[in-house]
């Protein structure tokens, strides 16, 4: 049995990020990006107006008021006629730029416009002076031409994708998406179909769970159903699982008779680098890799649901945002409140199913949900959340504050950020 962080420093290890491929920044969205952003031009690429008004000299207005003369107007998208001299103005958009001469842009609303003049102050108004640099953005004030912008191994927001946009990088280069493989194992298991259950039969969750939890990631996946307990069932099934990326397996991985998952694993050729892990629950869990690094990850993970699911997010859900090419995989981050007293038995670290919220003075509050343990999948399917209990605890008071890894409904991870625009 190795601690959990031998265990994910092991399968990280082993996690190489696939090739990058280019594809249309439209398509970009929520890939791993591939490589650095950077600006091809000023942004913005010229003194730009904030306002809807005139564009002036603000050493014209200087004695508090004045009467200029309106020479051009520049809507978004032209190009100045002319340069504005000593008392003059030009009609100026948001967003059009400025004309030679001009250092600051007043709003439409504090002026009067009249006979080809534009009055400043509007009468019965006291505006504040004017400065030069008043209502424009300067050329190159947001970005400097050829600056890095995004660094690669970020997840690409909507943000992005409006930034590539900016500077034109219509093609980008982001991290292959994982191909998945998931497959159920037990002689107990038969399909979710199933109108009236023998009473030892039980539907297969697991393939169904890992499947919809890696297409939220936006992977392709194969879910190849269930096979029962018979190994050369197991190596057909194992061996259809190595044309991917990664092959999940549930079930089969425990002390049973009939659990044979590790031993076909073995003879299919994948070399097991993790084969018990002290976690709670998820004990069982196995790891390994087809034929040398970069081959197909395999991950054995227990059979019962929540194991299953636990195991998944705490190892594999890292090792397949690696395989992407993301920089900092997801790990639990979140500071939460506990609402209740939660505990756990042993010396191994726990994870415990639980709803998240965040008060309203908007810290996040954990409810720990009440489970029978492993196998209630009904605890699970309340939870945003996992508790984590480190491995010295064995019970956490109510009011503590204590880690928590998100699930699906929680906030995305962020641990770290350094920016490439400093
Ligand atoms: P195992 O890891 O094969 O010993 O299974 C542990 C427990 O999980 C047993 O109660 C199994 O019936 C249950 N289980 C295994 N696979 C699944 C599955 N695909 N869906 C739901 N329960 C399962
Ligand atoms: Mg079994």
Known sequence: MIPVEDALRTVLAHARPLGAESVGFAAASERVLREPITADRDLPPFDRAQVDGYAVSAASLAGGRGRLRIVDRIAAGQTPRAAIGAGEAAGIMTGAPMPDGADAALMVEETVESDGFVEWPAPGSTPAPVTPGQRVTRRGAEVRSGAVLLEAGERISAAAIGLLATVGKVRVRVGRRPRVTVLSTGDELIHPRTRRPGPARIRDANSHMIASRCRAMGLPVRRLGFVPDDPPQLAEAVARGLAGDALFLS???????????????????????????????????????????????????????????????????????????????????????????????????????????????????????????????????????????????????AGKTVLAQPLAGCPDPVTGWHDPRR
């Open 251 to 397: 079930g089969g991985v425990s002390m049973g008779r009939f659990d044979f998952v590790e031993q076909v694993l073995e003879t299919s050729g994948i070399r097991l680098l993790v084969t018990s892990v002290a976690i709670r629950p998820g004990k069982p869990l196995v790891f390994g890799v087809a034929g040398e690094t970069g081959g197909t990850l395999v991950f054995g993970l227990p059979g019962n649901p929540v194991s299953a699911l636990t195991t998944f997010e705490v190892f594999a859900r890292p090792a397949l945002e690696r395989l992407e090419g993301l920089a900092d995989p997801s790990r639990p981050h979140l500071r939460v409140r506990l609402l209740a007293p939660v505990s756990k038995r042993g010396p191994r670290r726990g994870f415990l199913p639980a709803r998240i919220t965040t008060s309203a003075a908007g810290e996040l509050l954990a409810h720990p949900v009440r489970s029978q343990g492993s196998g209630d999948i009904a605890a699970l399917a309340l939870a945003n959340g996992l508790i984590v209990i480190p491995e010295d605890i064995g019970a956490v008071a």
